[in-house]
C-alpha cells in the first residue's frame, strides 16, 4: 500500500467523527433544556433540523450527529428570536425536532 492509500484509509476512518455545522454568534445564546425549564416561557413554534448521518456506506457517529443537529437548532430558534429549545424526541436518520421557547426579556 502506498502512502495515498493511507491518508484514504485515515481520512476514511476520521470522517464520522467530523463536525460541519457551526453556532452562530446569535445561537451561542440559545440553551437546550428540558421540558419543565420552560413552564413559564412563550413557545415560538418547533423547527425541524436535520444533517448528514451517513457518507456512502460510512455512518457518523450519534454523538456528533446529534450535536451538529442541536447546532442547527439553537441557529434556527435565534432567528425565530428564542433563546431555549427542547428536544421532542429521538434522533432518527439525521433528523430532529425542537421546540422553540422564549424564556427572557
Known amino acids: 500500500m502506498n502512502f495515498n492509500h493511507y491518508i484514504l ?3 476514511i476512518i476520521c ?6 455545522v457551526e453556532t452562530t454568534k446569535e445561537g ?6 428540558k421540558l419543565f425549564n420552560v413552564s413559564n416561557c412563550s413557545k415560538l413554534g418547533t423547527t425541524n433540523v436535520s444533517v448528514t448521518h451517513k457518507i ?3 455512518t457518523r ?16 430558534a435565534a432567528k425565530r428570536g ?3 429549545i427542547v428536544a421532542n424526541g429521538p434522533v432518527v436518520e439525521g433528523k430532529m425536532s425542537f421546540d422553540i421557547y422564549k424564556c427572557g426579556k
Do not use: R
Not at 470522517?15 to 460541519?20: D, F, H, I, M, R
Not at 451561542?28 to 433544556?33: F, G, I, P, R, T
Not at 454523538?63 to 441557529?75: P, Q, S, Y
Open 9 to 11: 484509509c485515515f481520512s
Open 15 to 20: 470522517l464520522p467523527s467530523c463536525a460541519w
Open 28 to 33: 451561542k445564546e440559545v440553551s437546550l433544556v
Open 56 to 58: 456512502g456506506i460510512i
Open 61 to 76: 457517529g450519534d454523538e456528533t450527529v446529534t450535536e451538529e443537529l442541536v447546532i442547527v437548532a439553537k441557529n434556527s
Open 82 to 84: 428564542g433563546d431555549s
